[in-house]
């Protein structure tokens, strides 16, 4: 009787205030909840979202589907060797890369590793190959070029791996122009990539593991830069560098050669060109005895 008296005392506003759903839950739950401001503009693709149907079979049918390419570009994808064949480097229909006409190939700075696929020779008209700076391993193929027409200019960039083995003696009958074999560990002959009749005007093979005979080299006539440093190349240096018209730079530091420096043409560098040889000997190093 005292609790139904006290209730008419408050009168029918106040009962009905006390009859509403308590908001103390509600303001604790957005306290520990709180709601994240973002740019407005924004706001009406974060409410509504992509409009897919939930089934996952309707979903792909809304996907983009990439259009089929044509039967030509079809059968121009077919001839790109498998051990090549890359989604990322397939034909597609906007840019077709025939494999029958490509002749340049750069797929240096990446993280590619293991072998170079032998099938890179089934490139008839490939010209320039740059893998540099990538994991590469194992020996080069010897199949490189193998098919190109004869009279063809090379280039061939592979430095900066971890190339191991000897150079491909097929390489003799390559007319490179430039050839970067640098930092590597190749071992054996490479005296063969010289001749006097050859088009090679660039050649680096520093740092590798060469060792061969240099007095019995000669140079090309073309050459306008050589680095051999830090290899096991022995012998001499030949006269005949001082009658290279285009000479700017040579390097055959940190290898075992002996005998005296030429002197004469554009042979005219510093001893950093020559240091830390077994004997070698005449300006800018010191006199030979």
Known sequence: MAAARRLLLLGPRRLRQLQRPSRLPLLR???????VHLPQRLHPFLRRGPLLPRNPQLQADHQPRRPRPSPAVEAEEATVPPDIRHPSLRPRPFLPLP?????????????FSGAIPPSLGDLARLTDLNMFGNQLTGPIPASLFSKLPIGSLATLVLSANKLTGTIPRSFADVAFTALYLQHNSLNGDASFLFGKSKPLSQIDLASNRLAFDLSRTEFPLNMNVMDISNNKIYGSIPSQITELPNLSFIDVSYNRLCGKIPSGGNVNFSSQSYVHNKCLCGAPLQPCK
């Open 29 to 35: 739950e957005r306290q520990q909840h709180p709601r």
């Open 99 to 111: 494999a029958g006409s490509l002749q340049q190939l750069e797929l240096g700075a990446n993280a």
